[in-house]
């Protein structure tokens, strides 16, 4: 179909100004100031915004945790991420002990095609330190995997020692593949699980008060001066202190090269959340936790000036009346995770562009740009450019309503933002050139996403 869509304010990481586009065969074609000819269909962008679509680069789609699995799979997850106007996920495939890390981007792709209403490329996580799956980390870029992730946390399960996580650094050096990490001191969180439960602390609230800030900065610490001595850029995902946020910036005043991404739950909610009776405490956990409501103005303002680079939501749902229900007597079994793919980005341009004077352009860059540039997807994605993917948000920055799980499209029985009411919302979506969303209504069907074989970073160049 060829679309124009008219009238409307141009938005990127760079600049703002008013223009048409014009799209044809899934590729944006024109950018002009007034385009005259005739389409099939035309949008009138009048009073909108117009961005390139919204990439959320930290998800778990249909991820196995013990028994578990999380209750967004790549259809229901990728139709609300794309209510709320994101038009690529990069999700993360967790491979299962003895598993190949071939065999497990084959899983994680089986479970993505044919659902995926938008498009997607995937992480490799590497949890299992076995000689064979190091050797397969140089084949990645092949299968277009070009970020990696290691967790500091969840000792006996995903967390890797020292010596591993460099192994996986020199290695990824090797390839040109980033290293995101999950960093948690995974020796102390044990510690500290054990001997709350031997104290008979098993309330939710306690998932918080095993996880204390330091654990997160002190990992981060140790994360960068490894990466450091490798010689390698690194991304720290799902910061959530100020105390981690000070770590970072010493070290990038010392020009070392740290990328770093949060998530709504931490600038948004806090651990007050936790002081609840056991069900209602039990919605909120997440790892790390949410934390002390002071410390949340630290991100806030790293976020407003620059120092934050991605804004993603590390979506991982779990049902409050089922999965989080059945292990309310003991919090080191509830399992982890919130939503928030579909309103990621509502939540940003209300909270930061609306009320703290975020900049569009800033904005822009955090929702949907530099995670393009840092994860590969540019300029195919994340783009108002000539020539890439038509993935179009006509954003609406005026339209004011009420996040509730009664609205949401996410295959959850709570909404973690319950009840916040927000000004600004996706009126047309259009992925590669076909309309997903239009004036409320998801029009997209189901499996026409595709996979993106992404190119290596941008860190790298």
């Not at 630290?298 to 407003?304: C, E, T, V, Y």
Request: charge should be negative; hydrophobic fraction near 35%.
């Amino acid at each position: 179909m060829n679309i124009i869509i008219k009238n409307g304010i141009l938005v990127t990481g760079t600049d703002t100004f008013k223009a048409d586009i014009a799209i044809n065969n899934g590729k944006i074609t024109t950018i002009s100031d007034e385009l005259t000819e005739k389409a099939d269909k035309i949008i009138d962008a009048t009073g909108k915004f117009v961005f390139p679509g919204f990439i959320d680069a930290h998800t778990h789609l249909e991820l196995p945790v013990r028994e578990f699995f999380s209750v967004d799979d790549f259809y229901t997850g990728t139709l609300a991420a794309a209510a709320g106007g994101t038009t690529c996920i990069v999700d993360y495939i967790v491979p299962f002990r003895g598993q190949t890390l071939k065999d497990a981007f084959k899983l994680w792709v089986n479970k993505a095609n044919n659902k995926s209403v938008i498009d997607y490329g995937f992480h490799m996580t590497i949890s299992d330190p076995e000689e064979s799956i190091f050797e397969e980390i140089k084949d990645l870029p092949d299968m277009g995997v070009t970020s990696i992730k290691c967790f500091t946390a969840y000792k006996g399960n995903y967390m890797l020692t020292d010596d591993q996580i460099y192994r996986v650094f020199e290695l990824s050096k090797a390839s040109d593949i980033l290293v995101s990490m999950h960093c948690e001191n995974g020796y102390l969180l044990d510690y500290f699980v054990k001997k709350f439960l031997k104290e008979g602390k098993k309330h939710p609230v306690y998932h918080s008060q095993t996880r204390p800030p330091f654990v997160e900065s002190d990992s981060i610490q140790h994360a960068i001066d490894i990466a450091d001595f490798a010689n390698i850029p690194i991304f720290i995902a799902h910061l959530s202190t100020a105390e981690g946020l000070k770590t970072i910036q010493k070290a990038r005043f010392k020009n070392k090269k740290v990328f770093v991404e949060t998530c709504p739950q931490y600038l948004l909610l806090d651990d007050s959340l936790y002081d609840q009776d056991a069900y209602e405490a039990a919605k909120y956990i997440c790892s790390p936790p949410l934390r002390p409501a002071k410390g949340l103005k630290h991100l806030w303002n790293a976020l407003l000036n620059g120092e934050i680079d991605v804004f993603a939501t590390d979506h991982c749902p779990f049902n409050a009346g089922i999965e989080r229900k059945n292990n309310l007597d003991d919090f080191s079994r509830i399992p982890n995770g919130l939503p928030g793919i579909e309103d990621r980005v509502n939540l940003l341009f209300s909270e930061g562009v609306k009320k703290r004077k975020l900049s569009l352009n800033r904005f822009v860059n955090l929702v949907s740009s530099t995670p393009a540039k840092i994860f590969g997807l540019y300029p195919q994605k994340g783009s108002l450019n000539t020539g890439s993917d038509a993935d179009i948000v006509v954003y609406d920055p005026d339209c004011k309503w009420v996040i509730s799980a009664n609205n949401h499209h996410q295959n959850v029985d709570y909404n973690a933002y319950e009840g916040i009411e927000v000004t600004g919302k996706p009126y047309v979506v259009t992925s590669r050139g076909e309309i997903i969303v239009e004036n409320g209504q998801i029009t997209a069907s189901k499996g026409r996403g595709k996979y993106i074989y992404r190119q290596k970073s941008t860190v790298y160049n």
